[in-house]
């Protein structure tokens, strides 16, 4: 049913990226900025004043529009005012705001498709009305000229309409045709063409019955239905953009010795990029300057942050942590690893691409069945009565009343319903067939790090210590933006703990921070840089004085709801995976702690995709749910794929769901929304044959009017409607 | 039935009249922000006087 409008929409990281840097580029030519903030917390008509105006009172901006229901601010502001400036400013109103690259949002905000389909319908829509007000006096008994004069009217009004609404069919038929292949539209327009002809026919001989308010109600309802599911998908679509815009593809370059701020899609092999503590590497590299901690858990699912030092490459996609890196580019844009790896992902076979949707599977044994009715009742007829214009007439009522007017609803309705049950909870829906692929998952892998964890350390053995050396701790903790620091000083003053007085208290990015403790030197840092055996764990170890140097071991923090989301799956009867790129112990200890019978540790990329096409040798349906890019082609490869609204972009591109809050829990719940989803569907098909089980019969035995098409077809599109809201 | 010769042009006026509002409002943006814009009815900012 989508196949025709499926092409346009489809997102791909590339495109998405591109044309996104190059807009970014034009704009600094430009004179005039147009600037977009994401307001998550907005919510109320004070807000929208209360943002526009203090927008407004900024001095060059020239206009300030707030949109609720995207929870978007857009500001058309002279080059002087910087997205920073305006995000500040908001912040202090008391609003969070971020910005977002106006690049990759344009690409969503003319909806072409969409507002072509709203014109369509809308045209149909007011066609059918006016044709149907015409037929109610026909069918309430005007007879001879008036009759002729009302048809001559219909045909007058929809002639033009279903030359202009019904484009999409006509191409999306022509289209199938033209590849010798059938779809739910061949049909369709056969009925149309069919209708058309045999009323104009019946019109000019004075005849009594015309369809033409059939024809146009049967494009109104099927227009309704794919603008429907393009809406569903258009919401989705732009909310997983968002996701995307809000990380601006800006790098600080050094250029003859001056730090310029310029988009990453500038950046050219051998320039020296400055990497600041909680910035990504924007291009591939080598390090010159500083010495730092690196996070490569996206790319590899290690925990263990990675030491840096001058010499060392790092890829696109990694996390410095410390201190300040100053990397020379060898590798930018398409070329890096980042996109080499994305770049897999298109290789992998899709789990998505060989499966047939529920709408497509049922048109392979409609279309044909259809079409044969309809032209053994034309065959049958004019054989038995040899008027060619009796038959012909038969034919029309046959495909005007079989045609799939609910079956085009029966599908979108109940999605676009599920779909926003879903987005309420949390869960963005991407791919249309997502829903019918998720109620049949039976087995379910997880990857670990970001996903099943946070990604945030937690301090496990704080009971071991003595207060002396908790207060030390802290003290030396505060003086780090270090993960593991933040999480121990955290953990300190929860419990209650002071700082102990230390002086000179300085951080060595890469090691740790030292200070001077009541004469004695303190450190807090790396296993080597203090003095102590590193172990399996991840850990800091403080030192003090010749004393030997105590460990601080700290386990992933899980994501909240991993534990009932995991526990619910396993409730409802489906075999849970863990499979990870981190060591053995580690994987073992969450596997454990969430009671998850099979796990996998220190798996490559590929080796994640082979296990998930392994299971679905076994006639497995696998839904995949990770973050990182060393799990892009395993979500690529399962049935279908969830990512966290945390994972990297890549890694969102290649999922079918896109989880917007930080909770697992709605996945449980989406198999159950999905598995319902999938029944009202059925329902729907159900619903639709039963009203041509009757209907049929009735028109090939030539008593079907056009007031009984019309019935059957409104009648029974309505009760689809109304099936559809019923899903809990 | 000369009634019809007044009342089918009329009808057909008005349904053209509906449809070109629709299409101005589709042309206008004025479905993008359906939430914010039944928020905004409440707004009395510009209750005395109309936005300079």
Redesign the interface.
Known sequence: MTAAIRPSISACPACVAAPGAQALAEQGLHKDARIALSLPTIHCSACISTVERSLAAVPGVKSARVNLTLKRATIEAEAGVTPDQLVTLLQQTGYEAHELDAGTLSLTQNDKVGRDLLMRMAVSGFAMMNVMLLSVAVWSGATDATRDLFHWISAAIALPTLAFSGVPFYKSAWSALRVRRSNMDVPIVTALLLAVVASIWETALSGHHAYFDAAVALVFFLLTGRYLDHRTRAIARSAAQELSALEVPRATALRDGAEVVMPVADLRIGDLILVRPGGRMPVDGVITEGRSEIDRSLLTGETLPVFAEPGRPVSAGEVNLTGPLTIRATAVGRETSLHRMADLVAIAESGRSRYTSLADSTAKYYTPGVLFLSVASFIGWYLYSADMRTALNIAAAVLIITCPCALGLAVPAVTTAASGKLFRRGMLIKDATALERLAKVDTVVFDKTGTLTAGTPELVNLSDHSPRDLAIALALAEGSSHPLSVSLAAAARAAGIAPAPITELTEVPGYGTKGLWQGQPVRLGRASWTGAVPGAETAAWLAIGTETPRAFTFTDRLRPGAAEAVRNLMAKGIRVLLISGDSAAVVEALARRLGIPEWLAESLPAEKAARITALQDEGRHVLMVGDGLNDTAALTAANVSISPASALDAARVASDIVLLGSDLSPIADAVTTAQSAVRRIRENFNIATLYNVIAVPIAIAGFATPLVAALAMSSSSITVALNAIRLK | ?EV?SYL?PI??LL?GV??VA??YT?RTNQ??????DA??I??D?WDDHPKP
Do not use: A, C, T
């Open positions: 039935m019809l089918i009808s057909l349904g509906g449809l629709f299409i589709v479905y993008d922000d359906p939430e914010g928020r905004r409440l707004n900012d």
